[in-house]
């Protein structure tokens, strides 16, 4: 991946106060937000790596040292940090875009139970002279919590939030909770549909792709979370730049109500919408790596592992 373009007078997405009134400089290099196709499997063969085997040994290779990275971070909660969280053994998403130099990526989630409490994507990319299997490493890693968390990798860098990710709003017009859980689904579904997100890139506006299919569902009747399910928003492609949390909260003798949350997963400006209301916005952070209060992201060079011979 190269590094995306100078933003010097380049109009932008999010206004000042708030509405689409500017476009941000052109991502359409940046691993974060755009992916031009799903092709799990289209990595580039290695020498000596010929054909479909040579191809799945690589993914193979590409899966391990990315859950190998994600499962390295030690993760805590301020009210717990004796009890790191656990993460899910398995991505949510892997996808990969050959036209943006992402040889495979792969989003993360911690807490297996539960609402969850941080994601983090994992890129291997081609960046300035990359040649397999040496990659460039980019890390993306957001906050869904209610309580400020921190993270800390082997290699000694650290991030702890300044505030809690978690930020929750209702969906006061949401329908009447199902009885079923099937039809809980459906519902669900149809409210992730009243949200649309804007993302600029390559000097131009334009609506980043609804994955219908949660790609993570999750309950906590104790918390009173009855339903919850995390929906994902790619540019295109399956590469996740917005995930939404959407639950149905009820609990022990109140009044059920829809509830949501919104995170970024990228560097460009985005503007979210429910129907035609403006409900979440971010601006672009620009090119180099960059903490902010529940997002971070950051690359370091390595090395893509190699699959033995059987």
Known sequence: MMAPESSHGARRLVGPKGRASHI???LAACAFFVSTA???GSLPAEPGAKGVDGQEKRQSAALKAMKARADAATVTCEKGPDRPLKLVAEPLLHYSDR???ILNGGLWIWGDSGRPQAFLKTEAHLWNGDEPPRVTWVYCFVSTAGDRIDAAWPSGRRFKTSEPGLKLEAIHDGPKPAEAKPARLAQLKELARRFSVRVGNAGADHKMRFLPTP???????QAGIQEGAV???AATGTNPGVVLLLEL???????????YSLSRL????????LDERVVYEQAYTGIYPVKKP???????KGMLPEEKEE
């Open 38 to 40: 799903f092709r799990v």
């Open 266 to 273: 990228g560097i460009g400006e985005v503007a979210v919408q």
């Open 99 to 101: 036209e943006n130099n």
């Open 215 to 221: 790609v993570h569902r999750y309950a906590d009747p």
């Open 231 to 233: 929906f994902a928003f």
């Open 294 to 300: 529940t997002w971070m992201w950051f690359f370091e």
């Open 24 to 26: 941000v400089p052109r």
């Open 249 to 259: 909260y009820q609990p022990k003798g109140a009044e059920a109500k829809w509830q």
